[in-house]
């Protein structure tokens, strides 16, 4: 595919999220994303299976799969070996980009270091992220998106007082994507101005620290020991899941121009704004219980399309509680076009795979083709880098590729 990075090449050993959808994002917008997987495929590979007990290519690949991967081509190798460190120096002799969310000691062993690339190419970038970030006392740890959303203090405020929740969406994981390839395309353009590479390092736990940053500024300020008070806001309102006649909305009022406007559809305008609880957004959030209750009050028999009707014609922000089928029903997510029907070998079906996130007016970036299967383009791959047909045979015959 064509693109604004079209001529850069990337190596793709990353796992799971954080490293797969940086390289993807890449690739989106045109770069040559080379990924790189075990000879039985990597355990991300089988994440929520379409076709659970199934083999690669015979429905056996996950959504997560679908999703990483797309635009990408594919390739197996075994890097522990002498036979696979040396494709891997070819590889790297051949790109711009290496990715790679792995821990210190196995990019190490693995030859993925970036003293060892550097040496193999100067100018090489590499993309890595890890858990905890290098230089603290954790930094050896492994740690998941959750592990991270529970250490940010996210988990503790999601939920109640009694049971602390994470939530479903991995956003640690997809936030430490996004910071990666923004540092990757900064790192490019540095490499145009000056000729060098450089290394760009991203961790889920900053990445988790910057989302709930302003709830850390605020405790360290004030030192309120705010606790979960489940999806109502502490800092402004009313803001909070309302249930409706057949359902559930999230109203949201920010400002003193909403809460006006919300006063207004509720029909006690001087009641409300003359209240001195209710001063305010701070105030608000303290005593946002209150007017929780009197939203409840006024859906309570109205259909949730009744409620959002008149939310949206006082302008008021607010939305249905969805479940997945109602998402993918949505007029308007339709009309936009984000979800792209995508079919895969062995895969009953087109998977409604996401779009890019990001639109571009001049050099847009899209899906071109589906996440390869298991090790597609292996053969294409080593004969770019200039091994023959025998040799490949003869290392895919010994298990290297």
Not at 47 to 59: K, L, N, V
Request: with cysteine; aromatic share 6%.
């Amino acid at each position: 595919m064509t693109g604004v990075l079209s001529g850069v090449r990337v190596l793709d050993f990353g796992r799971y999220i954080a490293g797969p959808y940086c390289a993807a994002l890449l690739a989106d917008f045109g770069a040559d994303v080379i990924r790189v997987e075990k000879c039985e495929g990597s355990e991300d590979r089988f994440i929520q299976p379409a076709s659970p007990g199934a083999e690669a290519g015979q429905g056996g690949e996950g959504t997560m799969h679908l999703q990483m991967n797309r635009n990408k081509r594919g390739m197996t190798l075994d890097p522990m070996t002498e036979e696979g460190r040396e494709i891997t120096r070819r590889l790297v002799s051949s790109a711009d980009v290496v990715v790679a969310n792995l821990p210190p000691a196995t990019l190490a062993s693995m030859g993925l270091d970036y003293d060892t690339l550097r040496a193999i190419k100067p100018d090489i970038i590499l993309t890595t992220s890890s858990a905890f970030g290098a230089g603290g006392p954790y930094s050896d740890r492994v740690g998941f998106d959750g592990v991270l959303q529970a250490m940010s203090g996210a988990a503790h405020m999601t939920g109640t007082p009694e049971v602390p929740v994470k939530s479903y969406a991995p956003w640690v994981d997809f936030g430490t994507a996004l910071f990666s390839a923004f540092g990757t395309l900064a790192a490019l353009m540095s490499k145009q101005q000056t000729g060098k590479g450089q290394m760009v390092e991203s961790a889920l736990l900053p990445t988790a620290l910057n989302f709930f940053n302003i709830h850390l500024m605020e405790q360290a300020l004030r030192g309120n020991n705010r606790e979960a008070i489940g999806s109502r806001s502490p800092y402004a309102g009313p803001a909070d899941m309302i249930e409706t006649k057949d359902g559930w909305i999230l109203v949201q009022c920010m400002g003193q121009p909403l809460f006006k406007r919300w006063a207004r559809l509720m029909g006690e305008e001087d009641k409300w704004l003359a209240d001195p609880r209710f001063s305010d957004d701070l105030s608000r959030g303290d005593n946002g219980t209150v007017l929780t209750e009197r939203t409840q009050q006024w859906a309570r028999d109205l259909t949730s399309q009744e409620a959002l009707s008149a939310l949206a014609q006082a302008r008021i922000p607010a939305g249905p509680v969805y479940s997945p089928q109602q998402v993918l029903d949505d007029p308007h997510v339709q009309a936009m076009d984000y979800l792209k029907s995508m079919t895969f070998p062995g895969i009953e079906g087109a998977a409604p795979v996401m779009d890019t996130p990001v639109k571009l007016s001049h050099t847009p970036g899209g899906i071109v083709h589906r996440a390869p299967l298991l090790g597609e383009h292996t053969d294409e791959i080593m004969t770019e880098i200039g091994f023959p047909p025998t040799e490949i045979d003869t290392l895919r015959t010994r298990g290297i590729i």
